[in-house]
């Protein structure tokens, strides 16, 4: 199997070539591809590498099989590990509250993780929104692999597409990028998060639901439930929490580190 490795900090590369070779001699892998965020090297002060294959080969596509659904991974395309399998435990949770008959939307679903869960739990029909053209296609792709052909995905900023949306669903998932990567940008994203539960809770069905997840350290999960009781308040509509997220175990929280916490999110019924 191949691998994926980012150096995001200037402690951890001065390991880089121990774990690398530690890698290879323990997992041994086809290949390993090095990501790289070149804005996060500029800030830690680190040379600037290219993203390349660093060992064996690596295949554009490959196949992974998360909880007996199959995806299509692209590791050197795709963002992060070509998955987000820190919201693999998530994906589970919020797919067994799906009903028949339940119309889900799935908003900023990259590879369609969420939404590919519920209609394998029975979902009439998912409804998938990516900005990204790599997210659409392989959404698609994912799709047709698990044979399932009712859903939409389109290619469309969420914002515009919550903005012009006339049409209802009883679960709909919130899964942006970090929006407030440093503290700075905090304010902007609580308003963003705001705009999305807001326009959310209006295109829900009555006693629907809402799955809503901030992956940046900066939001604490008391800033979304903040979000939440300003939505309630602004729609009137009562909110309860059903289930606390975070994420998966191979993604360690250390009490220790506190931006090790970064995941997390509220499954909420909207009453
Ligand atoms: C955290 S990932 C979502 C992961 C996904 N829920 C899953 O389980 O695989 C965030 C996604 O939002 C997309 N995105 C970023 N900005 C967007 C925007 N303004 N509108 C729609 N999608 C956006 C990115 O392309 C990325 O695929």
Do not use: W
Not at 95 to 106: P, T
């Amino acid at each position: 199997m191949s691998k994926s490795i980012q150096f995001n900090t200037a402690g951890i590369n001065r390991f880089r070539d121990l774990i690398i070779k530690s890698l290879i001699e323990i997992t041994k892998p086809k290949g390993i591809y090095e990501k790289v965020d070149e804005k996060i090297l500029k800030i830690e002060g680190l040379k600037q590498n290219k993203e390349q294959t660093i060992y064996g080969e690596v295949l554009e596509n490959i196949q992974v099989i998360e909880n007996s659904l199959k995806f299509v991974a692209s590791i050197k395309q795709g963002q992060k590990t070509g998955l987000f399998l820190d919201q693999r435990k998530n994906r589970k949770i919020v797919s067994s509250y799906i009903q028949r008959g339940f119309k889900i939307l799935d908003l900023f679903s990259n590879s369609g993780g969420f939404g590919i869960y519920c209609l394998k739990k029975g979902a009439d029909f998912v409804e998938f929104v990516d900005v990204s053209q790599v997210a659409v296609s392989q959404i698609e792709e994912n799709c047709k692999l698990n044979d399932f052909k009712n859903y939409k995905a389109i290619k469309e900023d969420a914002f515009d597409y919550l903005n012009n949306l006339n049409k209802k669903f009883n679960l709909i998932i919130i899964d942006p990028p970090a929006f407030a990567k440093t503290k700075k940008e905090k304010v902007g994203a609580i308003k963003g998060f705001q705009f999305l539960v807001i326009n959310s809770i209006k295109a829900l069905e009555e006693n629907g639901y809402i799955a809503v997840f901030s992956c940046s350290h900066h939001i604490t999960e008391e800033d979304l439930k903040k979000v939440l009781l300003f939505a309630s308040q602004k729609t009137g509509k009562r909110i309860v929490i059903i289930e606390k997220l975070m994420q998966d175990l191979d993604h360690p929280y250390l009490l220790n580190s506190p931006p090790s916490f970064y995941l997390k999110g509220f499954l909420v019924k909207v009453i």
